[in-house]
């Protein structure tokens, strides 16, 4: 991930007498509190990067950008669609709806009472109203929680760097200490974005190019844990990566495969930055740095949240749909699309093989739908771009620590820079 180029240079000294302040490189991995320590072990590679799943320039890129702008009608566009995964489905019942149509031509007349068809619609209406509108809420769940945690980042970001003193009138070296110290913060609070990210995608290490520069100095259990051997997955072929693309099932990797292939104790990063993160709150409460009870409270509120987001996204990615509720709907659902051409053909005729194959898209289609929003935090593109979310932040992040915490008289006349 791209790293927004952001370098504070902050004067030494000012006709206020205000302490001198240290340039510090907000973007980068350059201070000595983002970099292992001696003692650690050489970097490791991480697991290789994940790709989408076919690379035709932009059509194909997941989850989809929302930034970008296609001035095609929505009826035209592929990009989102859920029409690549209803090319062999619809395939299938073409077929079907063709035999049925040519032995009810010319061998037998299958037909079947347009009572069933009135029957199985309600029924097969109530159960797709059902699935998707449950998937829904959970999409809507995953985006309000990530809402939460980039509310939150961004209050405990402030309340660190305006509230939490800096030394520098005591010691400077304190006060660059202190600085660091402040920047190492905002660091967690991006690293807990970002861990989180991976986590919802069932990703288990540290060893990844957009969260390893930010907690390859702490000891965590996803960093020990991580082994070349076992923990880097095989690149897919063509032959997978087009069976992922049309939906196909059997061409599906289990997303808890580099989970269940670890030898070690994964733990759970996300929480384990929380913990680091409240070590930071206690040790610039013992160190007289935040002094008041009120800011004190409101950062212990806001690690708060985010641990009830840590929460409330797992509780979203882990209480699917209850199996037995899904096999249900998909039974009912073919069930109907099957019997489609033995109601159509009495007053179709030939027309029976296209219509059971719009059927078929548009209830198949809805159903696949509520399919793929069910975990809004996956690689489709239609889930939540949780990889721009984590960019927006880092961005917003380096902006608060662009400049030197502002004081009153900084800004009272206008003349804060």
């Given at each position: 991930m791209s790293t927004t180029n952001t370098t504070t240079s902050w004067q030494?000294?000012?006709?206020?007498?205000?302490?001198?302040?240290?340039?510090?490189?907000?973007?980068?991995?350059?201070?000595?509190?983002?970099?292992?320590?001696p003692t650690s072990e050489p970097k490791r590679p991480g697991p290789p990067r994940h790709k989408s799943s076919i690379r035709t320039g932009d059509t194909f890129t997941k989850p989809r950008d929302i930034e970008k702008h296609s001035k095609l009608p929505y009826f035209l566009r592929?990009?989102?669609?859920?029409?690549?995964?209803?090319?062999?489905?619809?395939?299938?019942?073409?077929?079907?709806?063709?035999?049925?149509?040519?032995?009810?031509?010319?061998?037998?007349?299958?037909?079947?009472?347009?009572?069933?068809?009135?029957?199985?619609?309600?029924?097969?209406?109530?159960?797709?109203?059902?699935?998707?509108?449950?998937?829904?809420?959970?999409?809507?769940?995953?985006?309000?929680?990530?809402a939460q945690?980039?509310?939150?980042?961004?209050?405990?970001?402030?309340?660190?760097?305006?509230?939490?003193?800096?030394?520098?009138?005591?010691?400077?070296?304190?006060?660059?200490?202190?600085?660091?110290?402040?920047?190492?913060?905002?660091?967690?609070?991006?690293?807990?974005?970002?861990?989180?990210?991976?986590?919802?995608?069932?990703?288990?290490?540290?060893?990844?190019?957009?969260?390893?520069?930010?907690?390859?100095h702490l000891s965590t259990?996803?960093?020990?844990?991580?082994?070349p051997e076992t923990s880097?997955?095989?690149?897919?072929?063509?032959?997978?990566?087009?069976?992922?693309?049309?939906?196909?099932?059997?061409?599906e990797s289990n997303p808890r495969k580099a989970i269940k292939r670890s030898k070690k104790n994964l733990g759970n990063l996300p929480l384990e930055i929380l913990t680091y993160m409240s070590a930071y709150v206690n040790a610039t409460v013992k160190g007289g740095q935040l002094t008041s009870g009120v800011q004190e409270a409101m950062v212990m509120a806001n690690l708060a949240s985010l641990n009830e987001v840590l929460a409330g996204t797992e509780r979203v990615l882990n209480t699917p749909l209850p199996i037995a509720y899904s096999i249900a709907i998909s039974q009912?659902?073919?069930?109907?699309?099957?019997?489609?051409?033995?109601?159509?053909?009495?007053?179709?005729?030939?027309?029976?093989?296209?219509?059971?194959?719009?059927g078929a898209?548009?209830?198949?289609?809805?159903?696949?739908?509520?399919?793929?929003?069910?975990?809004?935090?996956?690689?489709?593109?239609?889930d939540l771009p949780l990889d721009a979310f984590c960019e927006a932040l880092r961005d917003e992040l380096n902006g608060i620590a662009a400049r030197k915490p502002p004081k009153m008289e900084d800004f009272e006349d206008g003349g804060y820079s």
């Open positions: 030494e000294s000012d006709s206020l007498g205000k302490p001198p302040y240290v340039n510090i490189d907000v973007n980068s991995q350059a201070t000595s509190l983002r970099q292992p320590s592929m990009h989102g669609s859920i029409t690549p995964r209803m090319l062999v489905p619809l395939a299938f019942i073409g077929l079907w709806a063709t035999l049925i149509t040519c032995i009810s031509e010319f061998v037998y007349e299958l037909v079947v009472s347009d009572i069933l068809l009135t029957v199985l619609g309600f029924v097969v209406g109530l159960g797709i109203s059902f699935r998707t509108s449950s998937a829904y809420e959970r999409y809507v769940d995953g985006r309000k929680f990530w945690l980039s509310q939150t980042s961004r209050d405990l970001a402030r309340h660190i760097w305006i509230h939490v003193d800096e030394r520098h009138e005591t010691d400077p070296q304190l006060g660059k200490a202190d600085l660091l110290g402040k920047l190492t913060a905002l660091n967690l609070i991006l690293a807990f974005a970002i861990s989180l990210k991976h986590r919802l995608r069932f990703e288990p290490y540290a060893q990844y190019e957009d969260l390893e520069p930010l907690v390859a259990f996803a960093g020990d844990a991580f082994d880097e997955l095989k690149p897919k072929t063509s032959w997978k990566r087009g069976g992922e693309y049309l939906g196909l099932t059997f061409a009912i659902t073919w069930v109907y699309v099957i019997m489609l051409p033995f109601q159509l053909w009495h007053a179709l005729h030939w027309i029976t093989i296209p219509g059971t194959i719009v898209y548009i209830i198949l289609g809805i159903a696949a739908i509520g399919r793929e929003i069910e975990n809004p935090f996956g690689r489709d593109e239609n």
